[in-house]
Each structure stands twice: as structure tokens, then as C-alpha cells.
């Protein structure tokens, strides 16, 4: 069980480039999420799925896009890349928060992004 | 939409003493409250939660206060030890709204020997 991965950990682009962030979950979640880390602004929702083939826009939407095609997969886009979009992005995963079940979000190992 | 504020940014403690970390939030309709605890180059761990229906939660050395009047929470660290040093995240969240979590800006805690 190797609950939340991402791919790739680490990547350098230039501005204009294109890219796509890959997050996998093992656990039969329901919704899915992607976040941004910056220093001293802690985490913040960029966008996120209740199921499969929805989405739908978090805090920080602009400049991103996401497809859930299947359920265990989550996909974050960045179709022309800007240096504000530098940051460690995370993916997590979680149950739909009913009533006395836990909705702890499960994170991935994040993926260090920098565009010059 | 919700709104997390939390303070301290930055604590300093010595070994054995205890931390107090505070959140306030905005949406009254936010009724669960997990606390995230992340190391260096980690990933955001849970470490504590508490849901609106509950005042204290504790678990060994951790412990969570919420007051739903006040629209504030805290978590409570006590017999700090250096494995404590890290950053930690308060967050609320509405159950009926996808789960979708709002994270304060985070404290760093440091344990000094």
C-alpha cells in the first residue's frame, strides 16, 4: 500500500514551458486535492475532485489545470509556466467527510518545482 | 469563504517545557479541525484532529482546545522534545463543503536543548 505518490519529485523549467504533475492514491479515496507551499503563506488549494471526471477550482486556480479521468489519479497542468508558479506542490487524498467517518487528508511527498 | 489565522509564526522552546500554538477562524459552519505537523522536506502529517462536537481532545503529549464561541482553537504540546521541532498547520474544514481544508500559515516550532 504505498498511499499517495507523486511524480516527479523535482523539476526545473523555463517560462513558457508546459508540464503535468502526476498524483496516484492507492486507498479508494473519493476526493482528491492539489496544493501550493510557499514560504510563510502554508497551504493553499489550487484545485480539486470529489470523484471521478469532476474538478472543480480551489483558492489559486490561475495558471493551473487538472483532469481525474480515473479515480486513483489526479493531474495538475501548468500549460505556460511563469516564475510565481515556483513552489513545492502537494497532492492528498481523503474520504467524503460523513457523518463519523474520519476525513483526514492523506498528503504525497510533494513535488519541488522551479521556473526560471 | 473561511479565513485561518494562526500565531505564533516562529516558537522557541527548551526541552520540557510546553508549546501553545492558536488558530482563530471565520465560518462558523467549520466542524472539524486537524492539526498538520511537517519536517524539513517532508510531507504534512496529521497529527491531532478534534470535530466541533467535542471541546478537548488529548493524545500522550498533544492535546487540542477548541471553543466554538470563540471561533478559536490551540494545540497544546507539553514535555517538548527536540523530534518536536518542525512546522506546524492548524486547518478547518466544513464537512458538507468536498472536505475542502483551509490551512493557517504555520508556526515553526524549535526545541532547544
Known amino acids: 500500500n504505498a498511499g499517495v505518490t507523486q511524480t516527479p519529485k523535482f523539476r526545473v523549467l523555463k517560462t513558457g514551458q508546459s508540464m503535468t504533475l502526476l498524483c496516484a492514491q492507492d486507498m479508494n479515496h473519493e476526493y482528491m486535492y492539489w496544493y501550493r507551499q510557499d514560504p510563510g503563506m502554508g497551504l493553499r488549494l489550487i484545485h480539486y475532485s470529489v470523484g471521478e471526471g469532476t474538478t472543480a477550482k480551489g483558492e489559486v486556480p490561475d495558471g493551473y489545470n487538472v483532469s481525474r479521468l480515473k479515480k486513483q489519479n489526479f493531474l495538475l497542468g501548468l500549460e505556460s509556466a511563469a516564475p510565481s508558479q515556483t513552489s513545492v506542490y502537494f497532492c492528498?487524498?481523503?474520504?467524503?467527510?460523513?457523518?463519523?467517518?474520519?476525513?483526514?487528508?492523506?498528503f504525497g511527498p510533494g513535488t519541488r518545482l522551479t521556473v526560471l | 469563504g473561511e479565513n485561518v489565522e494562526q500565531h505564533p509564526s516562529t516558537l522557541s522552546v527548551q526541552e520540557g517545557d510546553s508549546a501553545v500554538i492558536k488558530c482563530t477562524y471565520s465560518d462558523s459552519a467549520s466542524n472539524y479541525f486537524p492539526w498538520y505537523k511537517q519536517e524539513l522536506g517532508k510531507r504534512p502529517q496529521l497529527i491531532i484532529d478534534i470535530r466541533s462536537n467535542v471541546g478537548e481532545k488529548k493524545d500522550q503529549r498533544i492535546a487540542v482546545t477548541l471553543n466554538k464561541t470563540a471561533k478559536h482553537f490551540s494545540l497544546h504540546i507539553t514535555e517538548t522534545q527536540p523530534e518536536d521541532s518542525a512546522v506546524y498547520f492548524c486547518?478547518?474544514?466544513?464537512?458538507?463543503?468536498?472536505?475542502?481544508?483551509?490551512f493557517g500559515t504555520g508556526t515553526r516550532l524549535q526545541v532547544t536543548l
Open positions: 492528498a487524498s481523503s474520504t467524503p467527510g460523513t457523518s463519523g467517518r474520519a476525513v483526514e487528508q492523506f
Open positions: 486547518a478547518a474544514l466544513n464537512t458538507g463543503t468536498a472536505s475542502k481544508l483551509t
